[in-house]
Nanobody, 113 residues
Framework: QVQLVESGGDLVQPGGSLRISCAAS????????MSWVRQAPGKGLEWVSD????????DYADSVKGRFTIFRDNAKATLYLQMNSLKPEDTAVYYC??????WGQGTQVTVSS
């Protein structure tokens, strides 16, 4: 069955960097567009970034543009999100989403001093 397992969430200071990952299995990863979506405490889901099948077509929310980088390794069936210049408002549970309607369990990112 389809599995998406996020990892790498942590507590980081403002201005710091973090890379989170999403390991995929149970489907042909290279053929599916992927997304990162986050949910801050007490708020709804917020789309963060999309990437198409071949690292070519990428979009970012304005709130993270210039600070976050999405990329994928199709050979490893893994999606990544490199987050730089982190702000307290980036604190959220980060979920990866496969364009088949499947979600991971999420990984907690906390930005605080």
């Amino acid at each position: 069955q389809v599995q998406l397992v996020e990892s790498g969430g942590d507590l980081v200071q403002p201005g710091g960097s973090l890379r989170i990952s999403c390991a995929a299995s149970g489907f042909t990863f290279s053929g599916v567009y992927m997304s990162w979506v986050r949910q801050a405490p007490g708020k709804g889901l917020e789309w963060v970034s999309d990437i198409n099948t071949g690292n070519g077509n990428i979009d970012y929310a304005d709130s993270v543009k210039g600070r976050f980088t999405i990329f994928r390794d199709n050979a490893k069936a893994t999606l990544y999100l490199q987050m730089n210049s982190l702000k307290p408002e980036d604190t959220a549970v980060y979920y990866c989403y496969a364009g088949l309607g499947h979600w991971g369990q999420g990984t907690q990112v906390t930005v605080s001093s």
